[in-house]
Nanobody, 115 residues
Framework: QVQLVESGGGLVQAGGSLTLSCAASGRIDIINTMGWFRQAPGKQGDFVAQSTTGGSINYAGSVKGRYTISWDNAKNTMSLQMKNLKPEDTAVYYC?????????WGQGTQVTVSS
């Protein structure tokens, strides 16, 4: 079992920055991949970024160059640094961890970007 708790969401003006955190606990040692997804109101969820234990990192095209995903081993925390935020980045952001065929989700944190 893996438990994930997000934090760091909030309201920011367009062009601003925010950093989201995802604290992981439980069987962290068996996690294959961790990542971020987001869901805007009335829309399907979208992939944002992911990082594998092998060191491979991928970003959605819409956030590449503006978002940075990272993992802090000492704190067992995954971060998502978001810069140059746009109104279309407004969504609930969820962190996720995959363990084999299972995916664990956090509760989500709201990010709102005003124009």
């Amino acid at each position: 079992q893996v438990q994930l708790v997000e934090s760091g969401g909030g309201l920011v003006q367009a062009g601003g920055s925010l950093t989201l955190s995802c604290a992981a606990s439980g069987r962290i040692d068996i996690i294959n991949t961790m990542g971020w997804f987001r869901q805007a109101p009335g829309k399907q969820g979208d992939f944002v970024a992911q990082s594998t234990t092998g060191g491979s990192i991928n970003y959605a095209g819409s956030v590449k160059g503006r978002y940075t995903i990272s993992w802090d081993n000492a704190k067992n925390t995954m971060s998502l640094q978001m810069k140059n935020l746009k109104p279309e980045d407004t969504a609930v952001y969820y962190c996720a961890a995959s363990v084999g065929a299972n995916i664990y989700w956090g509760q989500g944190t709201q990010v709102t970007v005003s124009s």
